[in-house]
């Protein structure tokens, strides 16, 4: 059983990111392939040339989507937290993109049933938008790895001496 | 035929007409895409002696064969070709960002579009669904507004939009095409032609699956691209930027000053690219698919145009700088904005306002023809000033400087044209061509006028690899290469700043075009096709009555003014006679007549001979 913070999930760096889309790119080519940004399960979004990020699911703890669905169509996987859809059960009735804060959860242009990050799980090497960026944006992290990257960095404008 | 749409489309903006026809792939194979396809179709689409603001012309929108696949930076462009309003030739421009991917995945390799609608409208491809829209709420609307404005309407904000500003509205010569806020189809006025047919924007939003033939072939080829993006090849472009280029052309003496008074700038330092990054710039963002960065984000932090952000390229930072004896970038920033805002080429606006500079210091034009404005070199607020001016053709001065250096210096009269720096009518972009020589042999000859990125002559001159003080037998032939190899790079719409990566040349794009495509393509081909495109635009010049001998001209100043800078380079011009042993030996190199024509054995060559008949006694 893993513990809830040790859950993996992608999480871009808004300082990193650039915008290019290479993520979206990636997860189309590994889940769809072929090139279409549209297919693609992280969404990278531009405001104004400097607000860049990318956006995948974020695996929550009671996680919104799933309690949206009217179908039982949607369930979370205990250890690593994917949402699983079952696409015969979804009707793409897009209660759960609503529900999403984060708008992880998105309509497949083709198969019209809803979908969203699944951690490339069948990729023996992880999350294959993370070994595309090139700015090493992404990272696959937990909630606890996130929350300790900001306090050294907190720590390191705090202290000079600290700094690298 | 894969990672090709197969489709083109027109668009009648007279009669609403909208169809579309296939593309096939001997011609796929021959012009490539981008330039090459958008040169063969203004060609085949449009009748001699048209003007360029005449309905009848045609402007099309060509991506290329690797638009919307993952390839770096050749996965993101787009082409823009169409007759020139600034030279009455071929006028191409090409840019990268996230316009072209999506007119790929809408399902289109062109889109051809005539006419001219009754009304300001902009034209909404959604997949298949194509419609031209009432565009009258966007009259004068600055690019970035249009571009909320037309995604808002639509409902999308990934709907991508390619737009003209207020100058594109008011036919100025040198207006662009913007999309994604600052990426410029900047040079030869295309922003104009699209004005002249009351077409502000094109929005597109592309869903289709875009393809390639061999996925796992491709897909290794890109992850190699992307291992040398990390590498020395794009060091420049993803630290300093091409601003670097301030202080070593300055080191060189060619960093063109003053309108091309002086070849190096007292206030240097002071618009480096070593001081933009430490002060302005904020962040180097990217385009879709690209493994390296280049976009130099700069924010003023303080004074009276605190806040102003633009991307800041060598070139306008030249233009707007140096050009006009200006030394202070919050000025520069806040120009380049306002520049992107009205939808103008940001290198010609910066030699046109340096043209007026001069004028005004030689008396050619007064205070009261420039409304007050003190237009001395080095005046920053003068610069802004004029700037609006010439973006809204206001007050006598703004409007003939909108019609470009070359016309306006007609209109002046007055000895003006001694200022004027342009080839062909395009204005001169940023090198001191009197002390880099291969390069003014290069600009002359490119079939869209001045431009350093025809053949890429300026480089042998600043790598020191010639006697860059001479033009000498041989540099004729030393930059048709690479003019094929820049024809094919804009066909395929590659980025010149990633064209470093390709270590192998020809033979790694003829692989990565046949990898995307499944059509096979030597790199021999592969040169042939850029050879073709190169005869095929001047046979396109020739046939408007631009394309011989006389046209391949430089500036006035370039060859009567001497370089005043005291170091190696003091009292250079590029005299004529140098200057024509140039020419002779480029034409040669060429398999040109000596006045610049091609043969038919070159046409039949080429496979172009249907076109012979232009040439002259070819109908014999």
């Known amino acids: 059983m893993v513990r809830p913070q040790d859950r993996k999930f992608v999480s871009a760096d808004p300082d990193k990111c650039v915008g290019c889309v290479v993520c979206e790119y990636a997860c ?10 549209t297919k693609s399960r992280i969404r990278a979004l531009r405001m104004g040339p400097l607000n860049n990020i990318a956006v995948a699911c974020r695996h929550c703890e009671e996680p919104a989507c799933v309690a949206a669905c009217p179908r039982d169509a949607l369930s979370q996987e205990e250890n690593t937290g994917i949402i699983n859809v079952d696409e015969e059960a979804c009707d793409g009735c897009t209660w759960c993109i609503s529900a999403c804060q984060f708008g992880a959860m998105m309509m497949h242009p083709q198969k019209k049933v809803v979908f969203t990050c699944n951690s490339c799980k069948d990729q023996e090497d992880g999350p294959q938008c993370v070994k595309w960026c090139p700015e090493e944006a992404l990272t696959f992290v937990t909630a606890q790895q996130l929350a300790q990257k900001s306090r050294i960095s907190a720590v390191r404008n705090l202290f000079q001496e600290a700094k690298e | 035929m894969f990672s090709y749409a197969g489709k083109i489309l027109r668009v009648d903006l007279t009669t609403g007409k909208i169809s579309t026809e296939q593309l096939s792939e001997e011609m796929a194979k021959s012009y490539i895409g981008g330039i090459g396809l958008g040169i063969k179709l203004l060609m085949d689409n449009s009748k001699p002696g048209t003007d360029p603001f005449d309905p009848a012309n045609p402007i099309i929108f060509a991506t290329g064969p690797l638009s919307g ?56 491809i959604d997949d298949d669904k194509v419609e031209i829209k009432n565009g009258e709420n966007l009259k004068n609307a600055t690019v970035s507004e249009t571009d909320t404005r037309i995604r808002d309407e ?5 709907i991508r939009v390619s737009a003209i500003g207020e100058s594109g509205e008011k036919l100025c010569r040198f207006a662009a095409i913007i999309n994604d806020e600052f990426r410029a189809i900047g040079r030869t006025g295309m922003g104009a032609v699209m004005g002249s047919k009351n077409l502000k924007a094109v929005a597109v939003r592309g869903t289709n699956d875009v393809n390639v033939a061999d996925l796992d072939g491709f897909t290794e080829f890109v992850k190699l691209i992307h291992e040398r993006m990390k590498g020395p090849a794009t060091k420049k472009y993803k630290t300093l930027g091409t601003p670097q280029n301030v202080l070593v052309l300055n080191s060189l003496s060619a960093l063109a000053t003053r309108n091309w008074t002086n070849a190096t700038f007292e206030g240097a330092e002071k618009v480096s690219g070593e001081y933009l990054n430490e002060h302005y710039v904020k962040k180097i963002v990217g385009c879709a698919t690209c493994g390296m960065r280049c976009d130099h984000i ?45 939808g103008m080429d940001g290198i010609s606006i910066g030699v046109v306002v340096a043209f007026a500079m001069d004028c005004y210091e030689h008396g050619v034009i007064t205070k009261e023809q420039t409304d007050g404005i003190d237009l001395s070199f080095g005046n920053a607020e003068a610069l802004i000033e004029i700037i609006h001016k010439i973006g809204k053709r206001e007050g006598w001065l703004g409007n003939v400087l909108a019609e470009g250096v070359a016309k306006a210096a007609e209109i002046i009269g007055n000895g003006a044209e001694k200022y ?15 002390t880099l020589k291969t390069a003014a042999l290069g600009f002359s000859v490119s079939f869209r006028g001045a431009c350093h990125l025809r053949n890429g002559a300026y480089s042998p001159d600043v790598k020191g690899k010639v006697n860059r003080f001479k033009i000498e037998k041989g540099r004729g032939k030393m930059i048709v290469p690479d003019g094929n190899l820049y024809n094919v790079i804009d066909s395929l719409i590659v980025c010149k700043f990633s064209r470093g990566t390709y270590y192998g040349g020809m033979d790694d794009l003829s692989n990565y075009y046949t990898l995307a495509t499944g059509i096979p393509i030597t790199s021999a081909e592969l040169t042939l096709a850029g050879e073709r495109i190169e005869n095929l635009a001047r046979l396109f010049n020739y046939r408007e009555g631009k394309g011989t001998r006389e046209y391949d001209t430089l500036p006035w100043k370039i060859m009567n003014t001497p370089v005043p800078d005291d170091g190696p380079a003091k009292g250079l011009v590029v005299n004529n006679e140098e200057f024509q042993l140039g020419l002779d030996d480029y034409y040669v190199a060429r398999g040109w007549t000596s006045d610049g024509l091609p043969t038919v054995d070159k046409l039949k060559e080429l496979n172009l001979s249907k076109y012979a008949d232009m040439l002259p006694g070819g109908k014999d």
């Open chain 2, 298 to 342: 700069a924010v003023v932090p303080e004074g009276p145009y605190k806040g102003s952000t633009s991307r800041l390229e060598f070139e306008c930072l030249w233009s707007l700088g140096p050009l006009c004896g200006v030394d202070r970038l919050d000025a520069i920033i806040e120009a380049m904005r306002i520049v992107n805002e009205y």
């Open chain 2, 420 to 434: 004027a720096c342009h080839i062909k009518g395009l204005e001169l972009p940023g090198y001191d061509l009197r």
């Open chain 2, 69 to 124: 696949t993952m390839g770096p930076t050749a996965g993101n462009g787009y082409a823009v070709v169409s007759k020139s309003p600034a030279t009455g030739g071929v006028g191409e421009s090409k840019a990268h960002g996230f316009f072209g991917p999506d007119l790929k995945r809408a399902g289109y390799d062109a889109v051809i579009i005539t006419g001219k609608a009754d009304k300001l409208s902009y034209l909404w």
């Open chain 2, 154 to 158: 639509l409902g999308d904000y990934y």
């Open chain 1, 28 to 37: 189309s080519l590994t889940n769809e392939k072929t090139f279409n940004p």
